[in-house]
T-cell receptor, first 116, second 114 residues
Framework: GENVEQHPSTLSVQEGDSAVIKCTYS??????FPWYKQELGKRPQLIID?????GEKKDQRIAVTLNKTAKHFSLHITETQPEDSAVYFC???????????????FGKGTKLSVKP | DGGITQSPKYLFRKEGQNVTLSCEQN?????MYWYRQDPGQGLRLIYY???????QKGDIAEGYSVSREKKESFPLTVTSAQKNPTAFYLC?????????????FGEGSWLTVV
């Protein structure tokens, strides 16, 4: 089955710097890669996602890149702010529909701390 | 998102007891999911349901049970067979099951064994 590795587990940056979180996946059939942000004690919320037919997607200060050949994808946050501090999860969804193929497999998360 | 309601927010269970966590959604989503979250472990899938009256085991189903008698509701029972139930439980839904459908989470329920 699919396996998703996420690095680093913790990341500390100064306000205004960039932050990069990387994930690798094992199943080449995976075709959907969302990123979730979870603040302490709250629900994970989708912040951006990418599908396998594109290599990069941007939304203001957030971007995601996908390298299908290498089977890795990354989250880039520019001009970080203290409110970006949270745990970020990547996930991958196996290709196909029905059965368990569409279920998301999550990485273990990255705790991002943005210091003022 | 805001249309997924979990209750209770906090629950304490004595050893040997079964407890049921409620999850209701008003998003008209076909698919619903239960995840367990432990520190440093990410989110692990317990059970999922792609349609009413049907559900499937996820990666860590042992010691849990579910039902899907109504489209809006997907309760999770943590049985006494679950040896380490203390965790944060998240219910989620998506418009359909299968690949590429965005999953939305409820606020979560904290379960503690005392």
């Amino acid at each position: 089955g699919e396996n998703v590795e996420q690095h680093p587990s913790t990341l500390s940056v100064q306000e205004g710097d960039s932050a990069v979180i990387k994930c690798t996946y094992s199943d080449s059939a995976s075709n959907y890669f969302p990123w979730y942000k979870q603040e302490l004690g709250k629900r994970p919320q989708l912040i951006i996602d990418i599908r396998s037919n594109v290599g990069e997607k941007k939304d203001q200060r957030i971007a995601v890149t996908l390298n299908k050949t290498a089977k890795h994808f990354s989250l880039h946050i520019t001009e970080t702010q203290p409110e970006d501090s949270a745990v970020y999860f990547c996930a991958a969804s196996m290709g196909g529909n029905g059965g368990s193929q569409g279920n998301l497999i999550f990485g273990k998360g990255t705790k991002l701390s943005v210091k003022p | 998102d805001g249309g997924i309601t979990q209750s209770p927010k906090y629950l304490f269970r004595k050893e040997g007891q079964n407890v049921t966590l409620s999850c209701e959604q008003n998003l008209n989503h076909d698919a619903m999911y239960w995840y367990r979250q432990d520190p440093g472990q990410g989110l692990r899938l317990i059970y999922y349901s792609q349609i009413v009256n049907d559900f499937q085991k996820g990666d860590i189903a042992e010691g849990y049970s579910v039902s899907r008698e109504k489209k809006e509701s997907f309760p999770l029972t943590v049985t006494s067979a679950q040896k380490n139930p203390t965790a944060f439980y998240l219910c989620a839904s998506s418009i359909r099951g299968g690949a590429g459908n965005t999953i939305y989470f409820g606020e979560g329920s904290w379960l503690t064994v005392v």
